[in-house]
């Protein structure tokens, strides 16, 4: 039976401050080695010894099953205690929003909550915006940067001539924001599990107010007993019946608040900010920073760009409750952390209009969010009317 106290128990959100690695723990391999038994041809070797010019990494403990080694010329960042992926995009990019471009350059990382004393972290090579004076790089392409070794400049990872977006290489992509900061914080979402019983029972305005706004008080029905404290912040969400295309509910992100006092039984909170007209009845889940993701900018696909072969799934429904979509939507994906998207994925979006005919384009839509089943994304491009139903696949 759940009790009162730990169904406001919730996980942490991501926020780069909270993340804390694992103290290193070094282990002593066995320098033993395994002969096959007689009349056996002996196993292949599973992985090829580094070169002689190979950045090897470290032996560590770590959850992550990570590589051993890396080409040389490789950026390299060597994870120290309390390091996040937030402050590794920070520093060496200059954009801690790009974090999520950091974890996609490294993919043995299963869990960006989990990075750990030891872990090497690729640094990718993109275009990044830099304010004035700044040089390109970061940590690590400098002298005594993160890897260096006793007398050498920059250290595993240190770019060089040749080298993505440096003088005589490959020019590096450069990003777009998906959307604006707050229309991301007040995105709906297709409904999942969650406790809605924290709510928000009465306000300052006694009922003389039909929707509530931004720096109005509210009263919630939780307080000091269930974990409540000043200064915490929550969303604030009320389910919504779709009227087209598919039965079920989705969720709509009326604004967040801010506890000011709590009693035992009780709380008082100021909205910081609403998306629409609160209503008494709106229901509290944990605030979460979402960072902006950034977008590369490519090509848009047409009739002629080729399947990928990758991640495939469905536009799941309308989150602005329409039957017909376009560019500036908001869509919901039936893809979700549970199958790997993360923020800034671009999937392009399509329809087979005949049984083993190709298929006709529509558009791209961008990852902003990502729920354990589903995903809320952006219409970016549309070049026909786009439907509930119709086919994306991961750029």
């Not at 580094?50 to 590589?67: C, E, F, Y």
């Not at 902003?368 to 009317?385: C, F, G, N, P, W």
């Amino acid at each position: 039976m759940t009790t009162r106290a730990s169904r406001t128990v919730s996980r942490r959100p991501f926020f780069p401050s909270r993340v804390l690695a694992l103290p290193s723990l070094v282990l002593a391999l066995s320098g033993l080695a395994a002969f096959p038994a007689a009349g056996q041809e002996p196993e292949p070797e599973a992985e090829q010894p580094a070169s002689t010019n190979d950045i090897v990494v470290a032996p560590h403990w770590s959850r992550n099953q990570g590589p051993t080694s890396y080409p040389e010329g490789t950026q390299l960042h060597i994870v120290q205690r309390g390091d996040t992926l937030w402050d590794i995009s920070n520093s060496y990019l200059r954009n801690p929003f790009l974090w999520p471009q950091l974890w996609d350059a490294n993919r043995y990382i299963e869990n960006p909550h989990l990075i750990y004393p030891g872990d090497p972290i690729r640094i990718p090579d993109l275009d990044v915006v830099r304010g004035e004076g700044e040089e390109p790089g970061g940590p690590g392409t400098g002298p005594g940067g993160p890897g260096a070794g006793p007398g050498e400049e920059g250290g595993p990872g240190a770019g060089g001539p040749g080298a993505a977006g440096q003088p005589g290489g490959p020019a590096a992509p450069q990003f777009r924001p998906a959307y604006e900061e707050i229309t991301i914080q007040c995105a709906g979402y297709l409904r999942e599990e969650a406790d809605d019983d924290f709510r928000i029972f009465g306000s300052e305005e006694d009922g003389h107010k039909d929707g509530l706004a931004t720096g109005d008080v509210v009263y919630l029905n939780r307080g000091s007993e269930d974990g409540v404290s000043p200064g915490d912040s929550f969303y604030l969400q009320r389910k919504v019946d779709f009227t087209w295309g598919i039965d079920g509910s989705y969720v709509r992100r009326s604004g967040w608040l801010r506890i000011l006092a709590v009693q035992e039984e009780t709380a008082m909170a100021e909205i910081v900010q609403a998306c629409l007209d609160i209503h008494l009845g709106d229901y509290l889940t944990p605030f979460e920073p979402i960072p902006v993701p950034l977008l590369p900018l490519e090509p848009v696909p047409t009739r002629l760009t080729p399947e990928t072969g990758r991640m495939r799934g469905k536009i799941a429904a309308s989150l602005d409750d329409l039957a017909t979509l376009g560019q500036g939507y908001l869509v919901s994906i039936d893809l979700g952390q549970e199958d790997g998207v993360v923020p800034g994925n671009i999937f392009t979006i399509f329809r087979y209009l005949y049984d083993g005919a190709p298929r006709k384009v529509l558009g791209t839509l961008a990852i902003l969010t990502v729920q354990r089943e589903h995903s809320t994304a952006r219409i970016m491009e549309s070049k026909d009317y786009i439907l509930t139903g119709d086919l994306v696949e991961l750029k």
